[in-house]
Nanobody
Framework: QVQLVESGGGLVQAGGSLRLACAAS????????MGWFRQAPGKEREFVAS????????LYTESVKGRFTISRDNAKNTVYLQMNSLKPEDTAVYYC?????????????????WGQGTQVTVSS
């Protein structure tokens, strides 16, 4: 059973940056593909970024390409989401997710484990 705990959310002005972290425990972290998702009020949870278990491949949703970077440190059992040039439309609760596998994954249904989320609010 894998436990995930997100941190790093907060309130930031448009154009600013935040770095989210997700610490994993209870499993062999290097075997898990990791993903970041977000959910705004009244909307469905949506894919943001994913990274393979080795960290060699990443995938992003179109709206964050060039602004967000997903990375991982397998020695620290942690995955990160560096968010730059933030926009008000990035406001949401951000969740990290994990699943066993060698690829990256984009659907909420493909992930087995979820964190509780961290709020990101971008003011205009």
């Amino acid at each position: 059973q894998v436990q995930l705990v997100e941190s790093g959310g907060g309130l930031v002005q448009a154009g600013g940056s935040l770095r989210l972290a997700c610490a994993a425990s209870g499993g062999t972290f290097s075997l898990y593909a990791m993903g970041w998702f977000r959910q705004a009020p009244g909307k469905e949870r949506e894919f943001v970024a994913s990274i393979t278990r080795t960290g060699t491949s990443t995938l992003y949703t179109e709206s964050v390409k060039g602004r967000f970077t997903i990375s991982r440190d397998n020695a620290k059992n942690t995955v990160y989401l560096q968010m730059n040039s933030l926009k008000p439309e990035d406001t949401a609760v951000y969740y990290c997710a994990a699943r066993l596998g060698s690829s990256y994954y984009v659907s909420v249904y493909e992930y087995n484990y979820w964190g509780q989320g961290t709020q990101v609010t971008v003011s205009s």
